[in-house]
């Protein structure tokens, strides 16, 4: 039988590979309808936008709220969004319910 603690750390694993499924390449252009209702947010490129999207899932907010405090995560600006409508940019995603995390590719 597994402890308790052997319990979360299995089902952190089993959260961080089904939202890793879940995150894929997407066009900025099929995101402008996430974005007009203001649901979009962009996470800094030192975090990992995997484990981001684990903390909104398991309603960690104290983490949540010190990235928001740090600005390492942030509402889409219109600025950012006509520039990477401008450049089509195709951007990381994965979906949070109710909101779309993105992160700009980071360059190897």
């Known amino acids: 039988m597994m402890t308790t603690q052997a319990q979360a750390n299995q089902e ?27 649901l979009v947010i962009v996470v800094g490129s030192d975090l990992d936008l995997v484990d981001v999207a684990a903390r909104f899932a398991i309603d960690d907010k104290t983490t949540v709220e010190q990235w928001l405090n740090a600005g390492k995560l942030v509402k ?31 360059l190897a």
């Open 76 to 106: 889409a600006t219109d600025q950012q969004a006509s520039g990477w409508l401008e450049a089509d940019t195709l951007l990381w995603a994965v979906v949070a319910r109710p909101w779309v995390l993105v992160q700009e590719n980071k």
């Open 12 to 38: 952190q694993k089993l959260l961080h590979a089904k939202l890793n499924l879940e995150t894929s390449q997407i066009a900025w252009s099929e995101l402008l309808r996430y974005f007009a209702g203001g």
